[in-house]
């Protein structure tokens, strides 16, 4: 389990390191066409954090059954742009692309008729690789208001803004499982490549807040589920492929 947690600990060890090089606030007010001295329209933000997959559906459960594999095998780091357009100071309108990518070895568990092994007695290994790539458009609605105008030039931000939204797109996803086989009812083992890889709909719903660190850069935090599946290729009978999931990140964004 710790070894599936370093990919998120390491994304918060290099957004916090990348906090302490930010400039101070003074150093934001001071660059006369800086954002205090209007309403900010854009906000740019890279994500980085976790990203669980719920192993369900046809295609990963069998793997579950057949190879030396758990559910949280199939998590993995997750990382990605976003560039939000502000609507109204409550209202963005957000564009973000997230990639994750999990890749794990294993081996044939026994079964009833074979005993996991070749006639070497060895293990039949195999490795399995699940992408995850949604490209997606949400409406991302605050709470309250993200900051107050001071005169008809200054626009200051508040320390923190709470949201909730809903979104969707579409998802690039590969499954892939490569090494030997056991092949059924032969026995024989075979080495091979199974893939299944496309794109499909996903939609998610989602809430954070928005943390401000000096006048033009914050910390946006996230927690989102995101929902969608696929029908896999022949290589795994066209049985479905569950690409759903929860992610928690953590981002650093800029106001423009």
Known sequence: MIGH???????????????????????????????????????VAFHGGYAGAPAGGDVLNRALDDFTLSKRDF?????????????????DIALDVRFSRSQTGS??????????????????LQTTTLSRVPVTVSAKFYLRDRGRAV?????????WAPFVGVGGG????????????????????????????????TG?????????ISPRFLWTLEGRYARGGAEAGPAFNFDNLDLSGFQATIGLAARF
């Open 5 to 43: 947690l370093s990919p998120a600990r390491s994304t918060v060890f290099l957004l916090t390191a990348a906090l302490l090089l930010l400039p101070a606030p003074t150093s934001a007010q001071g660059s006369g066409q800086g954002f205090l001295f209007k309403r900010p329209g854009v906000q």
């Open 151 to 159: 005169s008809q030039f200054a626009w200051i931000p508040d320390k």
């Open 107 to 124: 081996q044939s568990r026994p079964s009833e008729s074979h005993l996991g092994v070749d006639l070497d007695g060895l293990p039949i």
């Open 75 to 91: 998590d993995a780091s997750s990382w990605g742009p976003e560039l939000a357009f502000r609507s109204s100071e409550r209202l």
């Open 204 to 212: 998610h719903i989602f809430a954070g807040v928005d943390v401000s």
């Open 170 to 201: 579409l998802q690039w996803y590969e499954f892939k499982q490569e090494g030997d086989f056991v092949e059924e009812p032969s026995l024989d083992i075979l080495n091979l490549t199974l893939k299944s890889n496309g794109t499909a709909p």
